[in-house]
C-alpha cells in the first residue's frame, strides 16, 4: 500500500505545508514567540522517512541551531497511544543524530544531543486536554522515572497552526455536504482562501492541494470497494461450500437408502453438521 494511502488527507496536508520553509518557521514562530531572530534556514527538517512499507516514520521533526529537537503529529482521530508512537520516533531520530555525527554510545565521554520538544495538533471534535504525559496519562504513575509530555493544539486561531485546524474542520464540513469527492476540495480551498485561512499556501498551490485531496479520496474509494468486494468474495466462497457440503451429503444419505433423513438435514443445520462429520465429509 502506498504512502499516499496510508496517510489521510489532513495529514498529507499537513505535511506538505511544513514541508515550505516559510510555513515550517512561521510554526517554529507559534511555539516559540520569544525568538525572533530565527531564519528558514536555521530548521532544518530531520522527520523519519518511509523508506518500507509499515517502517517507523513521522509527521513532522526539525531542529533549530543544534540546540532544539521539534516533534509535531497530526492527529485527526484522538489516541493516547501517540505518545509511545513520539517515544519510538524520538528514540530513531536520536539514533540517527548521534550515527550522522560518528558518535559511539559507548565513549566514556557524554555525548550532547539537542532538547527535544513535543507537539500534537489535533484536528477533530473531541476535547483535548493542553497537555499529555507518559506518566500522568498512561502510566497513571507520577512515581514513574520515565516521562514525555507533549502540548497539544486544537483550537482555531489566527496562527499557522490554528489556520491548519480551521483548514481541516472546514474539510470535514464539505466532506460532510458533498462526500470523499473532488467538489469538496475544491469547495475546501474556496473557503479557506475567501475566510484568509492558509491562504499564500492555497494561492501557491491550489492546484496540487486539490489534486492530493482528490487522489486520496479516490484511493480510499477503491481500498474501500476492494475491501467490500473481498468480504462479498468471502460471503460467497462460504456459501459455495456450504452447498458443497449439502449436496455430499444429501447424495451420501440416497446411496445409502437413508431417503427418510434428507427432509430432517435440509431443515436442521445442526443435525446435517453432525452427520456430515459422522460420515466424514467434513474434518471433525
Keep these: 500500500m502506498s504512502d499516499l494511502v496510508k496517510r489521510d488527507v489532513k495529514n498529507t496536508v499537513f505535511i506538505d505545508l511544513f514541508a515550505h520553509d516559510e510555513y515550517r518557521l512561521q510554526l517554529f514562530q507559534t511555539i516559540h514567540p520569544e525568538i525572533t ?24 521533526a526539525f531542529m533549530f541551531r543544534d540546540k532544539l529537537m521539534i516533534f509535531v503529529e497530526a492527529q485527526s482521530t484522538w489516541s493516547l ?63 514513574c522515572q520515565l516521562d514525555l509530555e507533549a502540548k497539544v493544539f486544537s483550537i482555531e486561531t489566527d496562527d499557522i497552526i490554528g489556520q491548519y485546524i480551521i483548514f481541516c474542520h472546514v474539510m470535514d464540513e464539505q466532506i460532510d455536504k458533498y462526500g470523499r469527492v473532488r467538489k469538496a476540495a475544491i469547495e475546501t480551498v474556496r473557503i479557506c482562501r475567501d ?12 492546484k496540487e492541494v486539490v489534486d492530493i485531496m482528490s487522489a486520496i479520496f479516490t484511493q480510499e474509494y477503491a481500498v474501500n470497494q476492494y475491501g467490500n468486494a473481498m468480504k462479498q468474495e468471502g460471503r460467497n466462497e ?47
Design 37 to 60: 531572530d530565527v531564519t528558514a534556514d536555521e530548521l532544518p527538517i530531520i522527520t523519519i522517512k518511509p523508506v518500507i512499507t509499515n517502517h517507523l516514520y513521522n509527521d513532522l
Design 81 to 143: 497511544n501517540i505518545l509511545i508512537r513520539i517515544l519510538l520516533y524520538l528514540a530513531e531520530t536520536i539514533r540517527e543524530y548521534l550515527h550522522n555525527r560518528n558518535m559511539d554510545i559507548h565513549d566514556e565521554k557524554m555525548h550532547k544531543i539537542p532538547m527535544p520538544e513535543f507537539y500534537v495538533v489535533h484536528t477533530g471534535k473531541r476535547k483535548t486536554p493542553k497537555t499529555i504525559s507518559l506518566k500522568k496519562d498512561f502510566f497513571c504513575n507520577e512515581m
Design 195 to 206: 475566510r484568509n485561512v492558509l491562504k499564500d499556501y492555497l494561492n501557491e498551490r491550489e
Design 238 to 284: 462460504g456459501r459455495n461450500e456450504g452447498r458443497n457440503e449439502l449436496a455430499q451429503l444429501l447424495k451420501k444419505l440416497l446411496s445409502l437408502g437413508k431417503g427418510e433423513e434428507v427432509e430432517k438435514v435440509i431443515n436442521d443445520t445442526n443435525y446435517m453438521q453432525k452427520l456430515l462429520k459422522e460420515y466424514s465429509l467434513v474434518e471433525g
